[in-house]
């Protein structure tokens, strides 16, 4: 593999927040059209994550759709896993993480408990030393009155947003356009590399749930686990009380009881994903991957961004809109 990178560089920058907050929006506008699905409503259209490749002034940048983790069809057990195999694989590649944006809605009346959830969890990937590499963002200025938003911009500011911004986070306007939209990547773009917290703690061996954002999410799924055996015994109890000749009662009874129990093996399925150690799975699939380079006679001559992008390909998809951006670095 060719290692000149000053002339062959590839950088990251992460995209994250809340389903619906714009972060497919906001990729489509750096890209130039519509690489990736956009939607209207608050259901998740970032059903996995994806990596869009754009340029940015003369750099090549990877920006990283991420699912919310109030996402509609995916656990944050398994979206932490999947967000987690790819810094994983960023980190070992040598691809240059330069931050991370986070989105968030200027229309929202209040701060729900799924973005309280989700900036919790962000936080705890991020750790306080990647913070200011860090840019907030808020989206659909267009749907608000200018006084409501400066007045809702400034909870953010003093309330929500307090610790990150003190720890050398920024704020930023989304207003729509791709100007807008460059504005602020660029801030990130010239700064220097950076390691989130999550990938430290995976490098260091240990396992999600042994990170501080993957035990945040399996105290929460202990909490769920905790609350679903209640309900089983309480609807096994019920079963047991309802008389035969009640088979309205009885039958639904026993569908409540198959769904919770559904959900609880559900839940024991996300806390043995968190059991994973990423980093140990990811260092080997990609020796695999420079191993067949290797047979074929790539790895010296394959320049570092199409080997990067190759080794990044088998752990996040690259949509087909951004094959002609790739066709142009090779």
């Known amino acids: 593999m060719s290692d000149n990178r000053d002339e062959d560089s590839l950088s990251m920058i992460v995209v994250m927040g809340v389903t619906g907050s714009g972060k497919s929006y906001f990729i489509n506008q750096l890209a130039g059209n519509d690489v990736v699905k956009t939607g209207d409503d608050l259901h998740s259209c970032t059903a996995n994550c994806e990596l869009v ?7 090549k940048v990877a920006l990283l759709d991420t699912p919310g983790f109030d996402d509609s069809t995916k656990s944050d057990s398994e979206i932490l896993t999947e967000i987690s195999r790819i810094l994983a694989a960023q980190y070992q590649t040598g691809v240059s993480l330069k931050g991370v944006i986070y989105l968030h809605r200027i229309i929202d009346v209040r701060y729900s408990g799924s973005s309280v959830k989700t ?4 936080k705890k990937i991020c750790g306080d030393l990647a913070l200011k590499n860090v840019i907030l963002v808020t989206t659909r200025w267009h749907q608000v009155d200018d006084a409501v938003g ?8 003093t309330d929500f947003w307090a610790y990150m911004l003190g720890h050398g986070s920024n704020m930023a306007r ?11 990547i660029s801030q990130l773009v010239s700064r220097q590399s950076m390691v ?16 501080v954002a993957g035990a945040f999410v399996h105290d929460e799924l202990s909490d769920t686990k905790a609350q679903l055996g209640k309900e089983l015994k309480d609807l096994e109890d019920l079963k047991q009380t309802l008389k035969e000749n009640d088979r309205v009662l009885k039958r639904k009874a026993q569908q409540d009881w198959d769904r919770e129990h559904q959900r609880l093996m559900t839940a024991g399925e ?4 968190l059991r994973r150690n990423i980093a140990t799975e990811v260092r080997a699939e990609i020796a695999e991957e420079t191993k067949k380079k290797k047979r074929r006679g790539l790895w010296k001559v394959l320049p570092f961004v199409a080997f990067a992008l190759d080794v990044m390909g088998t752990f996040v998809g690259i949509p087909p809109g951004s094959m002609s951006v790739v066709t142009s670095w090779l």
């Open 270 to 273: 996300d806390e043995a994903r």
């Open 53 to 59: 490749l754009v340029e940015i002034g003369g750099s």
């Open 174 to 184: 989304f207003y729509g356009n791709r100007d807008s939209a460059i504005g602020i």
């Open 196 to 211: 989130l917290e999550l990938q430290r703690e995976l490098n260091e061996g240990k396992t999600l749930e042994q990170t």
């Open 150 to 157: 400066a007045s809702r911009e400034q909870q953010l500011r």
């Open 119 to 122: 900036l919790e969890i962000f």
